[in-house]
C-alpha cells in the first residue's frame, strides 16, 4: 500500500493526505524512524514530506524470500533486514534507503506499522517488467494447478484445487481498483490476482495436505514455490510499474 499510494502521491494523482490516509486505513498507524534529516520517530506523513524534500522521485517495492532476494540492492544489512519480513520499500533519493516495516503495538488496543530506514546501494536491483511478470504468472498458474491436480490434491484440499481453478479463469478478468489512481489497469488487475493467489499459496505452504508420499510431497512443494515466486515477482512489477509509467 505505501508504494502503490506513495507512487500516486509523487506522480500528482493524489495529495500526500489522500496517500496517508489510505495506507493508514489499510494498516493501521503508521510512523517512521531513520528518516534523513529527522532525529526520532516521526508519523508518516511527516517521515514522507521529509523524504520529498530530501529529493524523493519515487517507491519501488521489494519482496524477497530464502534463496531469493527479489528487489533489494543491498547492503547485506538491509538484505538481512528485508528478509527477516519479507518486504522493503526503495525510495529513490540521490543517497538511496530502504524503509523495512514491522508490527507497531502500543498497550492492548494499538497496532500500527513501524518503518525503519536503511542504507540502500545504488545499484539496479533484479526486477521483471509488467508484461514479462503478467505472462510468466499465466503460465506458472497453469503448470502449478496441472501439477497439483495430477497430484490429486482435489482429494485432500478441494478448497485449493477450486480456488486455483478460480482465479486461472478469472486472469485475464480480474477487475481494475487494486492499487492506486495512476496505474495501468493491466497493473490493477496483475496486482488484484497476485494478491489473492499470494494468501492461497501461503496456506497451501502451511499444509503439507493428506496422504502424500515424500516424493509427492516434494513435487507439491515444488510447485507451490514455483508459483510463490512468480506471484511475488507479478506484485513488484505490478507495484512498480507507476515509475515505467512516469517516465
Same mark, same amino acid.
Given at each position: ?8 502521491? !509523487? *506522480?500528482? /494523482? ?37 523524504? &520529498?524534500? =530530501? ?5 519501488? $517495492?521489494?519482496? @524477497?524470500?530464502?534463496?531469493? @532476494? ?12 528485508? $528478509? ?10 540521490? *543517497? ?7 508490527? %507497531?503495538? &502500543? ?10 530506514? /536503511? ?6 536491483? %533484479?526486477?521483471?517488467? $509488467?508484461?514479462?511478470? %503478467? ?5 506458472? !498458474? ?8 495430477? !497430484? ?13 481453478? *478460480?482465479?486461472?479463469?478469472?486472469? /485475464? ?5 487494486? $492499487? ?15 494478491? &489473492? ?9 502451511? %499444509?503439507?495436505?493428506? =496422504? ?36
Amino acid at each position: 500500500m505505501l508504494v502503490a499510494w506513495g507512487n500516486a502521491w !509523487l *506522480t500528482g /494523482h493524489v495529495g500526500l493526505d489522500e496517500a496517508v490516509d489510505a495506507v493508514e486505513h489499510a494498516g493501521g498507524p503508521q510512523v517512521a524512524v531513520g528518516i534523513p534529516g529527522e532525529t526520532e520517530e516521526v508519523p508518516l506523513r511527516r517521515g514522507l514530506g521529509a523524504l &520529498r524534500i =530530501a529529493g524523493l522521485t519515487g517507491l519501488r $517495492l521489494a519482496l @524477497p524470500a530464502p534463496g531469493d @532476494p527479489l528487489g533489494l540492492p543491498g547492503p547485506a544489512s538491509l538484505n538481512t533486514a528485508a $528478509l527477516e519480513v519479507g518486504e522493503a520499500v526503495l525510495a529513490a533519493l540521490p *543517497t538511496p534507503v530502504a524503509l523495512v516495516p514491522a508490527e %507497531d503495538r &502500543r498497550g492492548s488496543s494499538y497496532v500500527g506499522v513501524r518503518w525503519t530506514a /536503511h542504507e540502500a546501494l545504488r545499484a539496479v536491483p %533484479d526486477a521483471p517488467m $509488467l508484461p514479462e511478470a %503478467d505472462h510468466a504468472l499465466s503460465m506458472t !498458474l497453469r503448470e502449478a494447478t496441472e501439477t497439483l491436480l495430477r !497430484l490429486d490434491v482435489a482429494c485432500w484440499r478441494p478448497e485449493l484445487a477450486d480456488a486455483l481453478a *478460480t482465479l486461472r479463469e478469472l486472469h /485475464h478478468r480480474e477487475p481494475v481498483g487494486g $492499487l492506486a489512481p495512476g496505474y495501468p489497469p493491466r497493473a490493477h488487475r496483475v496486482a488484484a490476482l497476485a494478491g &489473492r493467489l499470494a494468501i492461497v499459496v501461503e496456506l497451501a505452504l502451511r %499444509d503439507e495436505g493428506g =496422504a502424500l508420499t515424500a516424493t509427492e510431497a516434494a513435487r507439491r512443494r515444488e510447485a507451490l514455490n514455483t508459483l510463490d515466486r512468480a506471484v511475488r515477482r507479478a506484485q513488484v512489477a505490478a507495484y512498480n510499474s507507476a515509475l515505467e509509467c512516469a517516465r
